[in-house]
T-cell receptor, first 116, second 113 residues
Framework: ETGVTQTPRHLVMGMTNKKSLKCEQH?????MYWYKQSAKKPLELMFV???????ENNSVPSRFSPECPNSSHLFLHLHTLQPEDSALYLC???????????????FGPGTRLTVL | KQEVTQIPAALSVPEGENLVLNCSFT??????LQWFRQDPGKGLTSLLL?????REQTSGRLNASLDKSSGRSTLYIAASQPGDSATYLC????????????FGRGTSLIVHP
C-alpha cells in the first residue's frame, strides 16, 4: 500500500467502550499528526509526533490517548467518549526539516466516529 | 493571533465557469501556503503548495497566487467541471513558530451540470 492508511474507516461506539484508531504511513516520513474534523468547524489539531516523540498536544481531553510506537504507526486510543466526540478523525504525516519539495502533509482517508 | 479565513464558505456555479476562491491570513510572516481538496467524508489531498518566495503555482486548470503584503491567496479554477465539486481548504505555515499549519474553514464548492 502507498500513502497514509487509516483503520477502521467507520466506527460506532457507546460511551463506555474502549476502542483504538490506527494510522500507518508508507512514505518514510518523520512526523505524524491526529486531527479532528467536526461539522462546520475548521480542522482541529490534536496531537503531533516528531521522531516518535510527542511534540504538541492541543489541550485534548484525557479520554483521547495517542501512541506512536515507531515512525510508521500512530494510534489513538479512545475511552469513555462523549457524543460530542463524534467526528471525522484524520491522520497525516510529513517530512519535517527537509527541502521545499517535500514540505507538505499527506492525509489518510479518515475514520468516521459516531459515539452513541 | 495567527488566523486563516476563507471566503465564501459555500459556492454554487454552473459548469464551465471560471471561479476564484479566497484565503486571507493575519500574519505576513509565512513559510508557505497550501491549498487542499477534500471530498465528502474523505481525507485531504494537496493541490498546490506556494513557498513564501513564490508568487504563484499552477497545476492543470488550477492556479494559486500569493500576496504576502496583503495577506491573501487566491485559487483560480478554470472551466469548472462537476468533478471539481468538493471542499477546498487553505493552510498556512508560519515562520518562526511551530511547523504545524493553520487551516481555514474551507469553501464548499458545487459545480452543477
Amino acid at each position: 500500500e502507498t500513502g497514509v492508511t487509516q483503520t477502521p474507516r467507520h466506527l460506532v461506539m457507546g460511551m463506555t467502550n474502549k476502542k483504538s484508531l490506527k494510522c500507518e504511513q508508507h512514505l518514510g516520513h518523520n512526523a505524524m499528526y491526529w486531527y479532528k474534523q467536526s461539522a462546520k468547524k475548521p480542522l482541529e489539531l490534536m496531537f503531533v509526533y516528531s521522531l516518535e516523540e510527542r511534540v504538541e498536544n492541543n489541550s485534548v481531553p484525557s479520554r483521547f490517548s495517542p501512541e506512536c510506537p515507531n515512525s510508521s504507526h500512530l494510534f489513538l486510543h479512545l475511552h469513555t467518549l462523549q457524543p460530542e466526540d463524534s467526528a471525522l478523525y484524520l491522520c497525516a504525516s510529513s517530512q519535517e526539516g527537509s527541502s521545499y519539495s517535500t514540505d507538505t502533509q499527506y492525509f489518510g482517508p479518515g475514520t468516521r466516529l459516531t459515539v452513541l | 493571533k495567527q488566523e486563516v479565513t476563507q471566503i465564501p464558505a459555500a459556492l454554487s456555479v454552473p459548469e464551465g465557469e471560471n471561479l476564484v476562491l479566497n484565503c486571507s491570513f493575519t500574519d505576513s510572516a509565512i513559510y508557505n501556503l497550501q491549498w487542499f481538496r477534500q471530498d465528502p467524508g474523505k481525507g485531504l489531498t494537496s493541490l498546490l503548495l506556494i513557498q513564501s518566495s513564490q508568487r504563484e503555482q499552477t497545476s492543470g486548470r488550477l492556479n494559486a497566487s500569493l500576496d504576502k503584503s496583503s495577506g491573501r491567496s487566491t485559487l483560480y479554477i478554470a472551466a469548472s467541471q462537476p468533478g471539481d465539486s468538493a471542499t477546498y481548504l487553505c493552510a498556512v505555515k508560519w515562520r518562526g513558530g511551530s511547523y504545524i499549519p493553520t487551516f481555514g474553514r474551507g469553501t464548499s464548492l458545487i459545480v452543477h451540470p
